[in-house]
């Protein structure tokens, strides 16, 4: 294949051989299909720095195969120590919560996402695990995307590990998305 100036301004002339047909037969093709058929993205937030750069992976992923991102914040339901003899109002509180996650989930939205892809946000209360898990499943979720903070030690031992249980137990395939590590999302 020989590519020639042409008359006119930005454009060239390409003669070809009989053995280049192949190859424009190619570049005129659709690319081959993705063997991959992701169409829900669950993203579990805690509004980290480790959380919001798990959501930078999720993005292109869900752009390129097309889908859906649910944003998922977990309320912690709270040790009622006391009961109600602390004059706490727990379920006013656990409604303060729900809603300022849901305020945070949404300008995450906003700011993030920037409508690239389809999004919703969607609040829970109750154990983390227990709930990423659910949502997972009645979505039902082609991929979780959940960042984990890497403890180790008695931190990981006090503190648990969301993801590593995640992991173990989640119904789809999950990608973890580490504090520090060998970046492959540009920006």
């Not at 946000?121 to 898990?133: K, S």
């Not at 249980?165 to 970046?183: F, G, K, Q, S, T």
């Given at each position: 294949?020989?590519?020639?100036?042409?008359?006119?301004?930005?454009?060239?002339?390409?003669?070809?051989?009989?053995?280049?047909?192949?190859?424009?037969?190619a570049a005129g093709s659709k690319p081959?299909?993705?063997?991959?058929?992701?169409?829900?993205?669950?993203?579990?937030?805690?509004f980290s720095d480790c959380a919001k750069?798990?959501?930078?992976?999720?993005?292109?992923?869900?752009?390129?195969?097309?889908?859906?991102?649910?944003?998922?914040?977990?309320?912690?339901?709270?040790?009622?120590?006391?009961?109600?003899?602390?004059?706490?109002?727990?379920?006013?509180?656990?409604?303060?919560?729900?809603?300022?996650?849901?305020?945070q989930l949404c300008a995450l939205v906003?700011?993030?996402?920037?409508?690239?892809?389809?999004?919703?946000?969607?609040?829970?209360?109750?154990?983390?695990?227990?709930?990423?898990?659910?949502?997972?499943?009645?979505?039902?979720?082609?991929?979780?995307?959940?960042?984990?903070?890497?403890?180790?030690?008695?931190?990981?031992?006090?503190?648990?590990?969301?993801?590593?249980?995640?992991?173990?137990?989640?119904?789809?395939?999950?990608?973890?998305?580490?504090?520090?590590?060998?970046?492959?999302?540009?920006?």
């Amino acid at each position: 294949m020989k590519a020639k100036p042409s008359t006119h301004p930005g454009e060239v002339v390409l003669e070809i051989n009989r053995g280049d047909e192949s190859l424009l037969g190619a570049a005129g093709s659709k690319p081959a299909a993705s063997l991959f058929r992701l169409k829900k993205i669950l993203v579990p937030i805690d509004f980290s720095d480790c959380a919001k750069k798990a959501l930078q992976y999720a993005i292109p992923l869900a752009r390129q195969h097309q889908a859906a991102l649910t944003l998922l914040y977990v309320v912690p339901r709270p040790n009622y120590v006391g009961g109600e003899y602390t004059g706490l109002d727990y379920a006013r509180l656990e409604a303060d919560q729900s809603a300022a996650a849901d305020k945070q989930l949404c300008a995450l939205v906003v700011d993030e996402v920037r409508a690239l892809v389809p999004a919703k946000t969607l609040v829970r209360t109750g154990l983390p695990v227990v709930e990423i898990l659910d949502v997972a499943r009645t979505l039902p979720a082609d991929l979780i995307v959940i960042s984990t903070h890497g403890r180790t030690g008695l931190k990981h031992v006090l503190l648990g590990s969301v993801a590593e249980d995640v992991v173990r137990r989640a119904p789809c395939p999950v990608l973890v998305v580490r504090e520090h590590e060998h970046e492959f999302v540009a920006g």
